[in-house]
């Protein structure tokens, strides 16, 4: 089963305390930050905790991701080196281009045939797109290396490097946005949003949520814990939806039964693209304990009746 990555929430790298408790901030991954979040002075102190605590500390079940400074810097391949030796379950590669990918690839691949003895691939990336270029260059990048199962967007580091001011109403994002989730869609993989950087707009938050679960995001990156809850809520398939969902497929399963190719619903006629939507929402709700019932064993009856006692 694809692992939820709804929420990915950025932990400073050299704050031991906030490290610790990561497995308990609800997010489905925590983003361990060796690079913007840690001082020139700090890199080195900085690497050695994410290091140790990799090696030494409990995560339980929350999946821990590390972003490493760019690879062309000097900090950037001593991160590399020290996480491939504890194995994060993710590497976040910031400042993404194809060049980068493929050199960050080249140097896990030479790791592993060295270390691992060529084994099968282990070590999973993501992608920062955070420049004009790597918007532009999104489905190349995908393309560049099989370890990728992500991108998250950058919104403020883009927009800076468009040279326009970030806004509410994020008009200025509107096409990288887009650009990334199709890109993520047509490749199999995660899109994550960029994070929403006012931290009290509650409200402002969970708008910005549900734009981009809507415009095809997976997920979307917190910067502070109180963001997890609102953004979980964001990406909740709606109580309605679900219902609805559930009587398609129900209505699918007697068309079937009747040796129907087609059917209608409330009126209107039901197609595979239909179908197809309404498979995705219940699995998603399914594994967020919304509905019980299996709809592998086509269960449907179970499931909405579960649904109408109170689990949405």
Same mark, same amino acid.
């Given at each position: 089963?694809?692992?939820?990555?709804?929420?990915?929430?950025?932990?400073?790298?050299?704050?031991?305390?906030?490290?610790?408790?990561?497995?308990?901030?609800?997010?489905?991954?925590?983003?361990?930050?060796?690079?913007?979040?840690?001082?020139?002075?700090?890199?080195?102190?900085?690497?050695?905790?994410?290091?140790?605590?990799?090696?030494?500390?409990?995560?339980?079940?929350?999946?821990?991701?590390?972003?490493?400074?760019?690879?062309?810097?000097?900090?950037?391949?001593?991160?590399?080196?020290?996480?491939?030796?504890?194995?994060?379950?993710?590497?976040?590669?910031?400042?993404?281009?194809?060049?980068?990918?493929?050199?960050?690839?080249?140097?896990?691949?030479?790791?592993?045939?060295? /270390?691992?003895?060529?084994?099968?691939?282990?070590?999973?990336?993501?992608?920062?797109?955070?420049?004009?270029?790597?918007?532009?260059?999104?489905?190349?990048?995908?393309?560049?290396?099989?370890?990728?199962?992500?991108?998250?967007?950058?919104?403020?580091?883009?927009?800076?490097?468009?040279?326009?001011?970030?806004?509410?109403?994020?008009?200025?994002?509107?096409?990288?946005?887009?650009?990334?989730?199709?890109?993520?869609?047509?490749?199999?993989?995660?899109?994550?949003?960029?994070?929403?950087?006012?931290?009290?707009?509650?409200?402002?938050?969970?708008?910005?949520?549900?734009?981009?679960?809507?415009?095809?995001?997976?997920?979307?990156?917190?910067?502070?814990?109180?963001?997890?809850?609102?953004?979980?809520?964001?990406?909740?398939?709606?109580?309605?939806?679900?219902?609805?969902?559930?009587?398609?497929?129900?209505?699918?399963?007697?068309?079937?039964?009747?040796? /129907?190719?087609?059917?209608?619903?409330?009126?209107?006629?039901?197609?595979?693209?239909?179908?197809?939507?309404?498979?995705?929402?219940?699995?998603?709700?399914?594994?967020?304990?919304?509905?019980?019932?299996?709809?592998?064993?086509?269960?449907?009856?179970?499931?909405?009746?579960?649904?109408?006692?109170?689990?949405?």
């Amino acid at each position: 089963m694809k692992r939820l990555r709804r929420t990915m929430l950025f932990v400073p790298g050299n704050n031991p305390g906030m490290i610790q408790s990561a497995s308990v901030l609800g997010a489905d991954s925590v983003i361990l930050d060796l690079e913007d979040a840690v001082s020139l002075s700090e890199k080195d102190s900085a690497r050695k905790l994410v290091t140790k605590a990799l090696r030494s500390w409990s995560f339980k079940t929350t999946e821990v991701t590390v972003r490493i400074n760019p690879i062309t810097t000097v900090y950037g391949p001593l991160d590399l080196e020290a996480m491939l030796e504890v194995q994060p379950d993710i590497l976040l590669i910031p400042k993404a281009e194809v060049a980068s990918i493929q050199e960050v690839e080249a140097r896990i691949s030479a790791y592993e045939a060295a /270390k691992l003895g060529g084994e099968a691939v282990r070590t999973k990336l993501f992608a920062l797109i955070e420049s004009a270029a790597g918007v532009e260059h999104v489905h190349e990048i995908l393309a560049s290396s099989p370890r990728l199962v992500g991108v998250l967007f950058g919104g403020e580091d883009y927009t800076s490097d468009m040279g326009v001011a970030r806004t509410m109403g994020g008009m200025e994002i509107e096409y990288a946005r887009n650009k990334v989730a199709v890109a993520c869609k047509v490749h199999g993989v995660d899109a994550v949003d960029t994070p929403f950087t006012d931290v009290d707009n509650h409200e402002g938050l969970l708008a910005d949520a549900r734009k981009a679960k809507a415009m095809g995001f997976t997920g979307k990156a917190a910067i502070n814990p109180r963001q997890v809850g609102i953004i979980h809520k964001g990406f909740a398939p709606d109580p309605v939806e679900v219902r609805y969902a559930l009587r398609v497929l129900e209505a699918m399963e007697e068309a079937e039964a009747e040796g /129907k190719g087609v059917f209608s619903l409330d009126g209107k006629m039901v197609d595979a693209p239909i179908i197809q939507r309404a498979r995705q929402m219940v699995a998603l709700a399914e594994k967020l304990g919304m509905v019980k019932g299996s709809t592998a064993s086509k269960d449907t009856k179970n499931a909405n009746d579960s649904l109408e006692g109170g689990l949405v």
